[in-house]
């Protein structure tokens, strides 16, 4: 499924998510299409979304601004992505980062959980994993239907 059969699923979210904010949302995505249809979803979970194509977009981000989750994703087998898990998690602890991949990969895995990364999701993000991240990072979000 790729991100755009993820956004077909979103239907099922209830207006209010749309009219309600939940706060800033950073994105750092290299692929322009997923940068997009995440960041819809995030959108229609209320999120204010800063959309970053490259890292370093996403460094410069952390530093101005105040976010409530980080979206980021790992890049290649090379764990592109860690500059972002690290900074935020040098920011703010608490700040729930979560590192998207297209590569599997265990070993990325286990840095980025040792890093601090609150999830670790395989690429295409499906609204159901997507509404699953959200409940468990932001627990103020209550129930959707």
Known sequence: MGPNEAIKERKALPILAQRTRRGRALLVHE???ALRDYGNLLERW???VRACRCYEEGL???GSEVFE???????GRSFEGRCVLERAIEINRRLPVVVMARCLDMTC???AMQLGAADYLAEP????E???VLRNHRPT???VA
Not at 69 to 75: H, P, T
Not at 125 to 128: I, W
């Open 125 to 128: 993000v499906t609204f159901s």
């Open 60 to 62: 410069c981000c952390l």
């Open 69 to 75: 989750i980080v979206m980021v994703s790992q890049g």
């Open 46 to 48: 209320g999120y204010e």
């Open 109 to 111: 895995y286990l840095e």
């Open 130 to 132: 997507m509404e699953r």
């Open 31 to 33: 692929d322009p299409e």
């Open 141 to 143: 979000l209550g129930k």
